[in-house]
């Protein structure tokens, strides 16, 4: 069964760092891996999707790679901003099957 | 403007009573999903569609049933056999239903039964 692990499950970074949040699925056979925000009370805003023959994925200041043989991904944030505060969570889609597998998320927390 | 809408907002029950949430899509997307968001812990497959007059089962479907009557819509109820039914509802749908594709989310609906 598939599981995907988000570690730390809160970060907190001041602003204008950069910063890297980590993903980590356990099963490789995958069609492809999503990163998400969250915002409170709020749905989920599809960031970045990584096909599985891809290594990686860049939307402004967003940069997300895949290693599928190691089972992980990494989503890059560059010079950070307090409007980036949010949970950011990826899942997984398992060959034959239709469904995302989510992580639990990172709470990420810019400081001014 | 292309989008996915959940109804109402916040919706809050007493317990017994069934309860309906909306959830619309003018993307054409074929397959469409509904989750459960529980403080803690990842999103939760309830059902998905992919394609009209079909459904199946995700990894919680006790106690909730769906209809797909339409392409449009793919309302979730939450039945009274529902042991634990306040959460975080949240609707997507997605191209297709092959995996392959992008998950698009609406809003979400909270729900308070008491």
């Known amino acids: 069964k598939q599981e995907v692990t988000q570690i730390p499950a809160a970060l907190s970074v001041p602003e204008g760092e950069n910063l890297v949040l980590n993903c980590s699925f356990t099963?490789?056979?995958?069609?492809?891996l999503q990163w998400f925000r969250q915002d409170p009370g709020k749905g989920l805003t599809s960031l970045l999707l990584?096909?599985?023959?891809?290594r990686e994925q860049t939307s402004g200041r967003l940069n997300a790679s895949l290693d599928k043989s190691s089972g992980r991904s990494t989503l890059y944030i560059a010079a950070s901003q307090p409007g980036d505060s949010a949970t950011y969570l990826c899942?997984?889609?398992?060959?034959?099957?239709?469904?995302?597998?989510f992580g639990t998320g990172t709470r990420l927390t810019i400081i001014p | 403007d292309g989008g996915i809408t959940q109804s109402p907002k916040y919706l809050f029950r007493k317990e017994g009573q069934n309860v309906t949430l909306s959830c619309e899509q003018n993307?054409?997307?074929?397959?469409m999903y509904w989750y459960r968001q529980d403080p803690g812990q990842g999103l939760r497959l309830i059902y998905y569609?992919?394609?009209?007059?079909?459904?199946q089962k995700g990894d919680i479907a006790e106690g909730y049933s769906v209809s797909r009557e339409k392409k449009e819509s793919f309302p979730l109820t939450v039945t009274s056999a529902q042991k634990n039914p306040t959460a975080f509802y949240l609707c997507?749908?997605?191209?297709?239903?092959?995996?392959?594709?992008?998950?698009?989310f609406g809003p979400g609906t909270r729900l308070t039964v008491t």
């Open positions: 997507a749908s997605s191209l297709l239903g092959t995996g392959a594709y992008e998950q698009y």
């Open positions: 099963d490789s056979a995958i069609y492809n």
């Open positions: 990584i096909q599985s023959s891809q």
């Open positions: 899942a997984v889609t398992p060959f034959g099957n239709e469904k995302l597998t």
């Open positions: 993307l054409n997307h074929d397959a």
């Open positions: 569609s992919q394609i009209v007059n079909d459904f």
